[in-house]
């Protein structure tokens, strides 16, 4: 079997066997570190979303908030920005479409975008739906901190966006300050008025892991399976030419049965 493999076309298989079992590997990692990313993101809504809020400080949105302090419950005061929403389409709410509404907030000297809740599409995705305005004059809220998402880098009629991401948004609201952050609305004093089109707040977010720890497991078991492969194909091969070289009157060579009396005398 040694000479066989040593052959130009096994030693090639055995190659790729192996540039198999690497991108095996680092397809493993990758879906490890997902893994990992996801279980980060749900360890800090578990810890974070049902805390007690802390006062909001400028000290918390002017560096990127780290993995761990995602969904910080805050309480801030501050003004909204009347007639520059911005509407987050694709999002999906009770199994129905709609929009994430998006509205600047003022407070001290930042303006931070306030994700006020949700609301359904209207006759069709191009057009934006009529929304309940934010309540006018100093507000008192209570929401959590998030990063903003990446980019989708989608040319929507304004005010849509294809995703929460600050820089998009601040094409559209100059006065947003030059920080990745954003609050989701949990509640509010003195509450919005009553009207035509009411936003629902959103829910708490979905704290499951998903399926990437079991992939990296199902990659990693995969490593070795092209050489197990070659192994066996070699050995196939390796007792064909055997049986040729013995030729068609060579008698078949049968294992030798052990009797019992043969065991009782070893």
Partial sequence: ?????????????????????????????????????????????????GAAPVAFAPAMVETPIPAERQWTRVTLTGTYAAGA????????LDATVGFEVLTPLQTGDLTLLVDRGW?????????????????????QLTGWLRTGEVSLGRDLPRPQMASINIADARTQV????????YLVLGAQEPT??????????????EEDLGPHQAYAYQ????????????????????????????????????????????????
């Fill in 219 to 266: 990659w990693w078991l995969f490593m070795p399976g092209g050489l197990v492969f070659i192994f066996f194909a070699i050995r196939r091969e390796a007792a064909t030419r055997r049986a040729e070289t013995a030729g068609p009157d060579a008698a078949p060579v049968r294992p030798k049965k052990v009797r019992i009396w043969d065991e009782e005398d070893a």
């Fill in 174 to 181: 100059p006065s947003l300050s030059p920080v990745d952050a």
């Fill in 1 to 49: 079997m040694l000479r066989l493999w040593l052959t130009r076309r096994w030693l090639l298989w055995t190659l790729v066997a192996v540039l198999f079992g690497v991108a095996c590997f680092y397809l493993g990692l990758w879906q490890w570190h997902r893994h990992v990313e996801q279980r980060t993101k749900v360890d800090a809504i578990a810890r974070n979303y």
């Fill in 192 to 205: 919005a008025a009553a009207g035509d089109h009411p936003l629902r707040l959103l829910p708490r977010p």
């Fill in 85 to 92: 929403d911005l509407l987050v389409r694709n999002r999906t």
């Fill in 119 to 139: 609301v359904p599409n209207a006759d069709d995705a191009e057009t934006s739906p009529p929304v309940d305005p934010p309540p006018s004059g100093p507000v």
